[in-house]
């Protein structure tokens, strides 16, 4: 079943190199907490042997996925929408919040998650001076997380998701080096980018229907 592969895929995840000097690795399936809230995610909305499609994102952050180990699920989303009980402080991520906004105008999670896997270009996060970092905002770090990137998107196309399209969450850099990737291995035959969460929420309030109507759009695959 594919619970079962994602969930060994995430519980032994290792990058290739250590992170540059100063650049510290969230790896939350240290936590039994985690293991126990991603296994139950899993098996509620993976237990088959259905193919999805890929959403990917820049990489987890300590509010959200950097703590429950589900991508864009911080531990209230988790609660409230995907009914699992967790243990965590409810702090929230703006980026969750959006995420669970398309998912419900999408028709749910239980809807949603049948058509889609999200993941990351790295499934791992990382932090620098305690704030999140992103993959590409370092340029040591971009280059030395390059082969695990590579890596965790083979391994995770052999569970049979489709090739066919794939959506990317962030438009500009993420595009940009998730792009690249894909002209020099072929995952994918399309690759559709939409506007990260995050900078609508935190720059396009005022226009988040709008996005979540393009995110519905580019979603009728």
């Known amino acids: 079943m594919l619970a079962t ?97 398309v998912i419900n105008a999408f028709g749910g999670a239980e809807a949603f998650y049948k058509k889609f896997y999200i993941t990351s270009v790295s499934p791992l996060g990382f932090t620098k001076d305690g704030k999140n970092l992103n993959y590409y905002d ?11 990137a590579i890596d965790c998107l083979n391994r995770q196309l052999g569970w049979g998701l489709h090739r066919t399209t794939a959506f990317c969450f962030g438009d500009g850099k993420n595009f940009k080096f998730l792009s690249k990737l894909n002209a020099e291995n072929r995952f994918f035959d399309r690759l559709v980018p939409l506007s990260h969460p995050r900078f609508i929420m935190q720059y396009k309030l005022k226009q988040k229907e709008s996005y979540i109507s393009k995110y519905l759009e580019a979603f009728d695959v």
């Open 5 to 101: 592969q994602i969930t060994n895929f995430l519980f032994n995840l290792q990058l290739h190199a250590a992170p540059p000097q100063g650049i510290e690795t969230l790896f939350p399936f240290a936590e039994e907490a985690t293991r126990q809230a991603c296994t139950a995610f899993y098996n509620k909305y993976y237990n088959d042997a259905g193919r999805r499609y890929c959403i990917i994102g820049i990489n987890p952050g300590r509010f959200g996925g950097g703590v429950t180990g589900i991508p864009f699920t911080d531990p209230i989303r988790l609660l409230q929408e995907c009914g699992i009980a967790n243990s965590w402080q409810k702090k929230q991520e703006l980026s969750s919040i959006f995420v669970y906004d």
């Open 138 to 148: 370092d340029k040591e770090l971009t280059e030395s997380i390059k082969p695990f």
